[in-house]
């Protein structure tokens, strides 16, 4: 079993939609948690940031965490053709420590 | 502008051939990474180095080697011992204290 999981996709959504992803873990020790973006053939370009369990919003991103279920997710609202991309998740045990990353989950936003 | 700088973009590798990737940063930071990413998987830390002439293993060191002499400069050298070397290579940095990774745009390698 993969240390952090995350459904491949592709996700296709109308835009204007919610797209909601998510992503699973099993190591309790992770603290800290990423959302990444990757455009093909990109690096990948930091979205969110978030410590521990909560919310946490920036602009039509949210992104919330449940130590308790070790589950992750991201939310982008008003989705946009723009917004067509990979996301990955990736948690870390402290902070500056290093990444583990899910598989990423393709989304694909249609005019 | 600040950023990370990876070259060359596209990269083809004979077989038994060593090959380095350059990687070079201007924002300052202490911390530098490579990862492999393969089709469908997540990205796996090859190397990272939290000071200049200081560097440690990843998950999956084996078959390559890194060097670190300068802050801004860490490259990657791709060696003939590296089974199964195709895959985009990224590189990151970030500061010190508790802030994320920044990444490149990294470098397809594929096998002549």
């Known amino acids: 079993q993969k240390e952090v999981e995350q459904d491949p996709g592709p996700l296709s959504v109308p835009e204007g939609a919610i797209v909601s992803l998510n992503c699973t873990y099993s190591?309790?020790?992770?603290?800290?948690f990423m959302w990444y973006r990757q455009y093909s053939r990109k690096g990948p370009e930091l979205l969110m940031y978030?410590?521990?369990?909560g919310n946490k919003e920036d602009g039509r991103f949210t992104a919330q965490v449940d130590k308790s279920s070790k589950y992750i997710s991201l939310f982008i609202r008003d989705s946009q053709p723009s917004d067509s991309a990979t996301y990955l998740c990736?948690?870390?045990?402290?902070?500056?420590?290093?990444?583990?990353f899910g598989g990423g989950t393709r989304v694909l936003v249609k005019p | 502008d600040g950023g990370i700088t990876q070259s060359p973009k596209y990269l083809f590798r004979k077989e038994g051939q060593n090959v380095t990737l350059s990687c070079e940063q201007n924002?300052?930071?202490?911390?530098m990474y490579w990862y492999r990413q393969d089709p469908g998987q997540g990205l796996r830390l090859i190397y990272y180095?939290?000071?200049?002439?200081?560097?440690q293993k990843g998950d999956i060191a084996e078959g390559y080697s890194v060097s670190r002499e300068k802050k801004e400069s860490f490259p990657l050298t791709v060696t003939s011992a590296q089974k199964n070397p195709t895959a985009f290579y990224l590189c990151?940095?970030?500061?010190?204290?508790?802030?994320?990774?920044?990444f490149g745009d990294g470098t397809r390698l594929s096998i002549l």
């Open positions: 990151a940095s970030r500061e010190t204290g508790a802030q994320p990774q920044h």
């Open positions: 190591n309790s020790a992770f603290q800290y």
């Open positions: 978030t410590y521990s369990s």
């Open positions: 990736a948690p870390s045990k402290a902070a500056g420590n290093k990444l583990t």
């Open positions: 924002l300052n930071h202490d911390a």
């Open positions: 180095s939290q000071i200049v002439n200081d560097f």
